[in-house]
């Protein structure tokens, strides 16, 4: 008669523990949901956080393209790791990594920028022969000169756009565009340019006249010539409040 109840007692503990399995709404081991600081998935990092402005597939959005071999051998991982980190202060870019305000972690942006150069370089490019930042400073009428013989070809001699084949470009030199791009960030298409677009880089003969890239104080040249048509309250029509 003593043994009964133990057995029954056993049996209903059994049960219970069995129940406590498979409660309704209790995760199951190992379905549980990760903070958002713990994604380090690359496709996921990139959409939430790049792909409204670098595109889906890391072109063709209004940014730079990263999805472009040549800029990811110019750029670098840890450059990429900064820019993402840091921002770009004056432009579109804001900083990404919680040192700086943003909602990243350092290993998250690292995952993302090894993510872009596993993804979408080339490892049979070489380092570009070009540094990614210049100490050269640049003479604006030499660049307009230097503007003429390498660019002009697609965006016409004063940089406002011409019509290039079937594709018409548009103004390099337009006050609100250039409101929105860096130095860095104009100094990175000449670099690298734009291949979805058609737009060569540096390296490649631009001009046809002695088929060479352009050396690095030609560059330099070109967007401090660009950057020269920068003004102070762009898309403003005064200066001041009347």
């Given at each position: ?176 565009y250039l409101a929105l791009v860096s130095d860095q960030g104009l100094r990175s298409l000449i670099v690298a340019g734009q291949p979805e677009q058609g737009m060569p880089g540096s390296s490649s003969d ?26 102070a309250t762009p898309g403003q029509p005064y200066p001041t409040h009347p």
């Open positions: 008669m003593r043994v009964r109840p133990s057995c029954f007692s056993l049996l209903l503990c059994a049960v219970g523990l069995v129940g406590c399995r498979s409660v309704p709404g209790k995760p199951l081991p190992g379905s549980e949901a990760k903070r958002p600081d713990q994604v380090l998935d690359f496709a996921t990092l990139y959409q939430a956080n790049c792909s409204a402005c670098h595109g889906d597939q890391g072109r063709m959005g209004a940014a730079i393209s990263l999805a472009n071999p040549a800029y990811l051998a110019f750029a670098g991982t840890a450059n990429l790791e900064r820019i993402i980190a840091s921002g770009v202060p004056g432009t579109m870019m804001p900083p990404f990594g919680k040192s700086a305000g943003g909602m990243l972690t350092d290993p998250q942006i690292a995952a993302l920028a090894q993510g872009m150069v596993s993804r979408w370089g080339s490892p049979t490019m070489p380092p570009n022969p070009l540094p990614y930042a210049s100490s050269l400073r640049g003479d604006v009428p030499q660049g307009q000169k230097t503007f003429v013989l390498f660019c002009a070809r697609c965006h016409g001699a004063d940089g406002q756009g011409a019509v290039a084949g079937a594709t018409r470009t548009g103004s390099l030199v337009e006050p609100a631009l001009s046809g006249a002695g088929a060479r890239a352009m050396t690095g104080q030609e560059v330099a040249d070109v967007v401090a010539w660009l950057a020269s048509h920068r003004i």
